[in-house]
Nanobody, 122 residues
Framework: VQLQASGGGLVQAGGSLRLFCAAS????????TGWFRQAPGKEREFVAY????????YYQGSVKGRFTISRTNAKNTVYLQMNSLKPKDTAVYYC????????????????WGQGTLVTVSS
């Protein structure tokens, strides 16, 4: 499966952005999907996860209550709605797909998009 992330941009603190992860290739509904991010000089970190059918979601603690992950399998798309953004949310955001059960380890995701930059100004 091929993934393409989009929707990043520059936003002021307290603002919102919606990221998109468009999939092509194999049946997207066969894959669980995660969002990860990597800030300059830091390791890639888990942000959010959604199961194949969208029934189960998990979030990193610092984004819980502010970010919402969702998906529309009919459109082969996963979304990350980000509200109340903070400067520390600034990073390149990646979507990734995997078979099997939940994981917050990047190495367990076999398929990756190219990333989209989110910059939050103070």
């Amino acid at each position: 499966v091929q993934l393409q992330a989009s929707g990043g941009g520059l936003v002021q603190a307290g603002g919102s952005l919606r990221l998109f992860c468009a999939a092509s290739g194999r049946t997207f509904s066969s894959y669980a999907t995660g969002w990860f991010r990597q800030a300059p000089g830091k390791e890639r970190e888990f942000v959010a996860y959604i199961s194949r059918n969208g029934a189960t979601t998990y979030y990193q603690g610092s984004v819980k209550g502010r970010f919402t992950i969702s998906r529309t399998n009919a459109k082969n798309t996963v979304y990350l709605q980000m509200n109340s953004l903070k400067p520390k949310d600034t990073a390149v955001y990646y979507c990734a797909a995997k078979e099997g059960v939940y994981s917050d380890y990047a190495r367990e995701y076999a398929y990756w998009g190219q990333g989209t930059l989110v910059t939050v100004s103070s």
